[in-house]
C-alpha cells in the first residue's frame, strides 16, 4: 500500500504544535527574571499572558477567514517571521512597552498564523476517513509541548540568561520552519487517496465521502447557521469549566491539608491524563459518532463536579484528576474534527477561528466567575454547582447536532 503523505502533514502539525503550546507554557519560568529586569509586580508580569491569549483569540476569526481564502503554506511563512522576530525582539527589547506590543500582536499572530490554526486546517484538508484519528495525534503535540519543549527552555536560561534564551528559541524557531514549510503541501493531489476506514473497502468510502462545497463559507453565513452556534457554545461551556476546574485544583487540594507535592502531582495527572485521552481517541478513530462522544464527555465533566461537591481526600481528588484529564485531552481534537466534518474543509479555517474566540471569551468569563464565587462564598461549591448545570447544559446543545435521521444501511456519520 503506497504511503499517505497526509501522515506528513499530521507529523509537521505536531511538531509546530509543539513548539507554540511549549513556548506558551514555558512563561512562568520568565516571571521572576523578567520582573527583577524590568522592575515588574507579578500582577504586571501575569498580564503578558493575558494579553498573549487575548491578542490570539481575538485575532484567531482573522486569521482562520485567511486560511480559508488563502495559501495555509503561506500563511505559515508569515507566521514563522512574526513568531521569530517577536521571541527575538523579546530578548533584546528594554522597553516594556515595546515588549507588551510584541506579545499582543505580532507573537500572537504569529503563533496563530504559524501553528495553532493552521496545522489543524492542514489536517482536516488531507482527511476524511481517518480525520479523528489524523486530529487526535496531531493535538499531542499540545501535550508534549510541556514534557519536551519547556525543560529546553529552563535548560537555556540556566545557560545563557533569559534574553540569550530567548534570541536562541527565536533563531531555533525560524531553522524549524525553514525545515517544515517546504515540506508543506496544500491539499492531496490527484495521486494522493486516502486509505479507506476500517471494515470499508475504496469502493465504499468513495461512495461515502460526502460532496463538498470548495468555496470557503463567509463569516455571515456561518454565524446564521444554528448547527455552529451550540457546537461552538457547547464546547465553549465544558472547556471553561475543565480550565477553571484546572486551576483551582491545586489551591482546593491546599485548603482540605494537602501537602505542595500532592496538590502538583494532581496537576500532573491531568495533564498524563490529556496525553491518554489524545491517545485513546487516536486508537478510537472513526468508530463512534462524534456527537455521542462529545455529550459523552460532557456528561462525565457535569459528573466530575458534582463529585468534588463532596469529597476532597486525596484519593478522590486523584479520581476526579483522572476524569478531568481523560476530558480535556479528548474534546480538542473530537470537537476539530466534527467541526470539519460538519462545515468542510474549505470552511474549517472560519469555523475554527471564529469558534476559538468563542471559546476564549467563554473561558476567560468562567474563570473569572469561578474565583468570584470562591470570594464571596469562601468555597467551590456554587461553582461546582454551576458546572453541573453548565455541563448538562453542554451535553444537550451537542446531542441536538446528531442527524436524526437514521435510515437502514445508511452510512455512519461522524
Known amino acids: 500500500m503506497r504511503f499517505y503523505y497526509g501522515w506528513i502533514i499530521v507529523a509537521i502539525g505536531l511538531a509546530v504544535l509543539m513548539l507554540a503550546v511549549g513556548t506558551l507554557n514555558a512563561f512562568g519560568l520568565f516571571i521572576i527574571p523578567v520582573s527583577e529586569a524590568f522592575n515588574l509586580s507579578r500582577a504586571n508580569m501575569n498580564t503578558g499572558i493575558i494579553l498573549l491569549h487575548l491578542g490570539t483569540a481575538a485575532l484567531a476569526p482573522f486569521v482562520g477567514r485567511m486560511l480559508d481564502l488563502y495559501s495555509a503554506r503561506k500563511i505559515m511563512i508569515a507566521g514563522a517571521v512574526l513568531f521569530s522576530a517577536s521571541m527575538i525582539v523579546l530578548g533584546l527589547s528594554t522597553n516594556v512597552w515595546l515588549s507588551a506590543f510584541a506579545i499582543a500582536v505580532p507573537l500572537a499572530l504569529g503563533i496563530a498564523g504559524g501553528c495553532t490554526l493552521t496545522a489543524p486546517a492542514l489536517v482536516a484538508r488531507w482527511f476524511s476517513a481517518h480525520r479523528g484519528r489524523a486530529m487526535a495525534i496531531t493535538m499531542m503535540g499540545m501535550s508534549l509541548g510541556s514534557v519536551v519543549v519547556v525543560p529546553l527552555f529552563g535548560l537555556l536560561i540556566d545557560t545563557f540568561g533569559w534574553r540569550q534564551c530567548l534570541v536562541i528559541v527565536g533563531c531555533a524557531i525560524a531553522a524549524i520552519f525553514v525545515i517544515a514549510v517546504p515540506l508543506v503541501r ?47 457554545l457547547s464546547t465553549a461551556l465544558a472547556l471553561g469549566a475543565l480550565q477553571t476546574i484546572i486551576i483551582s485544583l491545586v489551591p482546593l487540594a491546599q485548603e482540605n491539608g494537602l501537602s505542595v507535592n500532592q496538590s502538583a502531582s494532581l496537576v500532573s495527572l491531568v495533564g498524563a491524563l490529556a496525553f491518554a485521552g489524545k491517545l485513546f481517541l487516536a486508537w478510537l478513530g472513526e468508530r463512534l459518532d462524534r456527537v455521542l462522544l462529545l455529550s459523552g464527555v460532557f456528561v462525565l465533566v457535569a459528573l466530575t463536579s458534582f463529585a468534588l461537591l463532596f469529597d476532597h481526600s486525596y484519593a478522590a481528588l486523584l479520581a476526579c484528576s483522572v476524569l478531568i484529564g481523560l476530558a480535556s485531552g479528548t474534546v480538542t481534537p473530537a470537537f476539530l474534527a466534527l467541526l470539519a466534518d460538519r462545515f468542510g474543509a474549505a470552511s474549517f479555517g472560519t469555523a475554527n477561528g471564529t469558534a476559538t474566540l468563542i471559546m476564549a471569551v467563554i473561558s476567560a468569563t468562567s474563570i473569572r466567575v469561578g474565583g468570584e464565587i470562591y470570594d464571596r462564598t469562601g468555597n467551590y461549591e456554587a461553582m461546582f454547582l454551576t458546572f453541573v448545570a453548565t455541563a448538562i447544559i453542554a451535553a444537550v446543545l451537542m446531542i441536538t447536532n446528531r442527524p436524526r435521521k437514521q435510515g437502514r444501511g445508511s452510512a455512519q456519520l461522524t
Open 186 to 232: 496544500e491539499r492531496p493531489g490527484p495521486a494522493d487517496v486516502e486509505p479507506a476506514a476500517s471494515g470499508e473497502t475504496e469502493q465504499q468510502a468513495k461512495a461515502a465521502k460526502p460532496q463538498v462545497d470548495l468555496t470557503p463559507m463567509k463569516t455571515s453565513q456561518l454565524l446564521r447557521k444554528p448547527q455552529f452556534w451550540t457546537m461552538a
